[in-house]
């Protein structure tokens, strides 16, 4: 019942949003404070009890660690806490109390979305941009569309990007990922990375998300330094315009990327990544 108070409240505040913008899409942008292991100023201890972190209703396999370190003797302080990964009673944290009721407010938002995508701070700060979490964004295809047949994304993109998700989180995986997937993902994530405020054209988006999702792209990131990497995408799309000077442009106009299309920006950009290796 909270839940459909909760849907029924953004829902009323996003189309009155989209009404006054005269209509089209709406784009929610919600920020949440980063998540932290220390309990808020007003509530913090110099160590905590057992009783603390049962009547905040923690996990059991939580409550069984806690157990085990409370008769050793060893005391409950946020310290040790940290070092353990659990957080304290006050945090607010997810895994911890008000967790389930911080999260619910986000999850009736994404609720009313097409799609939705998380931007990491921990990505940020190791210079990911855009910092876009692969595991925790998706799209909903088609969700709210008044077409028969609706898409949310063009022919071209869905061809280069179909298992890109997939790329990026698999690699995410510290054990189970292989160096080759390692490498394809990097490559993703270079050409995912574009200057604020500098929009890209989706012909210029489709070359270089299929020179990466191609695997074109794999040896490079590998042996070059990130300098180099960034010179060299940096001249990939002017060398396809140079070879093929109506491919992307044709690409654009239609949105979509042909069979013949994809073999012919194949082999330039093969060349190109070839040429550039010898240089």
Do not use: W
Request: glycine share 8%; hydrophobic share 40%; charged share 25%.
């Amino acid at each position: 019942e909270e839940g459909s108070i909760l849907r029924v409240f953004y829902s009323g505040l996003t189309e009155r949003a989209h009404r006054r913008t005269g209509g089209d899409t709406v784009t929610l942008i919600v920020l949440q404070p980063s998540p932290s292991l220390r309990a808020a100023q007003g509530v913090r201890k110099a160590s905590f009890t057992l009783a603390d972190f049962e009547s905040a209703g923690f996990s059991q396999r939580a409550l069984t660690r806690l157990r085990t370190l409370d008769e050793k003797g060893i005391e409950l302080t946020e310290a040790v806490l940290e070092k353990l990964g659990i957080p304290a009673p006050g945090s607010g944290h997810p895994r911890a109390d008000g967790g389930r009721a911080a999260g619910q407010h986000t999850e009736e938002l994404t609720s009313l979305v097409d799609g939705h995508i998380e931007l990491s701070e921990t990505l940020a700060a190791a210079g990911r941009v855009p910092p876009i979490d692969p595991s925790q964004s998706l799209t909903r295809i088609g969700v709210g569309s008044t077409k028969l047949r609706p898409q949310a994304t063009s022919a071209a993109m869905r061809a280069v990007a179909r298992a890109l998700r997939l790329e990026l989180a698999s690699a995410a995986d510290p054990v189970h990922c292989e160096p080759p997937q390692r490498r394809r993902a990097a490559a993703c994530t270079r050409v995912l990375q574009q200057p604020n405020l500098l929009p890209m054209a989706l012909s210029k988006q489709v070359a270089l998300l299929f020179a990466a999702t191609s695997g074109l792209l794999d040896d490079a990131v590998d042996q070059m330094e990130d300098a180099e990497i960034a010179s060299l995408l940096d001249g990939l799309v002017d060398a396809v315009d140079a070879a093929a000077p109506e491919l992307l442009s044709k690409v654009g106009r239609s949105s979509d990327l042909t069979d013949e299309q994809a073999q012919e920006l194949r082999s330039i950009i093969a060349d190109y990544v070839a040429n550039s290796a010898v240089q």
